[in-house]
C-alpha cells in the first residue's frame, strides 16, 4: 500500500472508527464498507471532516450480488444469506488529491431501502434514480424518486439477475383505442442454432 493510501485508511479509521464494517485495499484503491444505519451520517463526515474533506462524489450505481453470494459460500468466503443489494458510490478529495469507494448494503432483499446522499452530495440525484430505476433500490429522502431510463409503465427493474431476459411485458400501438398499450411478452423463449451454407465441392481438392 502507498504511503497516501496508508494515510488515508488511517485517517478513515481515527475519523469513524466503530462505523467501519470493513476497508480493503485492492488495486491500489480503498473500499469503505458501512452500515446502511450509518450510511447518511458517515457521508457528511466523509465531506466535511478536514482530515477526509470528500468535496465531489463522482459517480453511485447499484450492485446485485444475488450470485456472488452463492459463489462465494460455495467457496467459503461469505454467507449465501448475505445481503444482495448495494450501493457504491466514488468518491474525490480535490484538497487531499485521494479517492474512496463507499459500499453500502440494504436490509431487506426483497425491498431495498438507503437513506438518499442528495442532502450531501446534490449532484448524486440522477445517479440514484439510475440505480433505482434499474435495481430497485428505494432511497429515502430522495424527492424526486422516479424512472429515467425506462419507460414510467415499465414493469420490474431490468439489471437484476433475476430479471427474465425478454422482460414481462412489450409495447405496442393499437389502431383501434389509438394509444400505446401494453401486454404480456408474445415472444417465446428459443434456442438459437448458427445455420452453416457452405458452397458445393466445399474441401474437395481439386487435380490438373
Given amino acids: 500500500m502507498s504511503a497516501k493510501l496508508e494515510q488515508l485508511s488511517q485517517s478513515l479509521q481515527d475519523v469513524l472508527g466503530e462505523r467501519i464494517v470493513s476497508i480493503t485495499n485492492a488495486l491500489g484503491e480503498l473500499t469503505l464498507v458501512v452500515a446502511a444505519a450509518d450510511y447518511s451520517a458517515v457521508a457528511t463526515i466523509l465531506r466535511d471532516h478536514p482530515d477526509l474533506r470528500f468535496e465531489q462524489l463522482i459517480d453511485l450505481c447499484g450492485v446485485d450480488y444475488a450470485a456472488y453470494g452463492q459463489v462465494g459460500a460455495m467457496l ?19 484538497s487531499h488529491n485521494w479517492r474512496l469507494r463507499l459500499r453500502v448494503f440494504a436490509t431487506d432483499n426483497d425491498f431495498p431501502v438507503l437513506d438518499s446522499l442528495t442532502p450531501v452530495w446534490n449532484g448524486v440525484n440522477w445517479f440514484e434514480r439510475e440505480a433505482f430505476d434499474l435495481f430497485g433500490i428505494m432511497f429515502a429522502g430522495h424527492t424526486d424518486l422516479r424512472r429515467i431510463l425506462t419507460d414510467y409503465g415499465f414493469v420490474g427493474h431490468p439489471f437484476r439477475k433475476d430479471f427474465p431476459i425478454s422482460g414481462y411485458v412489450e409495447m405496442r400501438y393499437d389502431a383501434e383505442q389509438k394509444r400505446v398499450i401494453y401486454q404480456p411478452v408474445s415472444i417465446e423463449p428459443r434456442e438459437v442454432t448458427p445455420r452453416i451454407i457452405r458452397e458445393e465441392n466445399y474441401g474437395a481438392t481439386g487435380r490438373g
Fill in 76 to 94: 467459503g468466503a461469505h454467507p449465501a444469506d448475505q445481503p444482495r443489494f448495494a450501493a457504491v458510490s466514488h468518491l474525490l478529495s480535490i
